[in-house]
């Protein structure tokens, strides 16, 4: 899967950063642990501007974050209800932490979202409860936008430091 990444990024640049970073977001198995350090690569060679490696990794996470937030919203938190109740134990909870986590995503979802973006696992998943919590868009949006930033920085850099 790694020379397919590198070669997508040699020969697209930044469309195949944003384009990698999209699937990333969807389909979390490919790992923007991979695509952001071989983008940084680049542009420490020359073949590309960090700050845009950057922008265009953080762009195309940011249209598979909204895309899972809208399935989420458009699900909803109440068509879960039924399948919790059902088969919550198993999963060792129940509505009751249900609520409780709307109550929290409430008042603190902007932290959850933006710290839960920089966390490898979560960060493809944070969406979801975000939009089944129906988490305000603006704030979903903004913090998702910090949060993502950070981790595409972050995880360029590693490559494209000397």
């Not at 265009?56 to 974050?65: F, I, K, P, Q, Y």
């Not at 696992?121 to 919590?133: N, Q, V």
């Amino acid at each position: 899967m790694s020379e397919w990444i590198i070669h997508l990024i040699d020969q697209t640049g930044y469309l195949g950063v944003g384009f990698l970073m999209f699937l990333e977001t969807v389909f979390p198995p490919i790992p923007s642990e991979v695509i952001m350090p071989v983008a940084g690569l680049a542009a420490a060679r020359g073949k590309m501007d960090i700050f845009g490696v950057v922008a265009s990794g953080t762009l195309g996470a940011m249209l598979g974050n909204y895309f899972w937030y809208l399935v989420a919203r458009v699900i909803g938190i109440e068509r879960f209800k039924p399948w919790i109740e059902k088969y919550g134990r198993w999963l060792t909870f129940d509505w009751a932490e249900i609520e409780r986590a709307e109550k929290l995503f409430g008042r603190q979802g902007w932290a959850i979202v933006f710290f839960g973006r920089m966390l490898p696992t979560l960060r493809s998943l944070i969406s979801i409860p975000a939009g089944l919590l129906h988490m305000r868009l603006s704030t979903f949006v903004i913090w998702s936008t910090i949060g993502t930033t950070g981790w595409t920085a972050a995880v360029s850099s590693f490559a494209s430091s000397p």
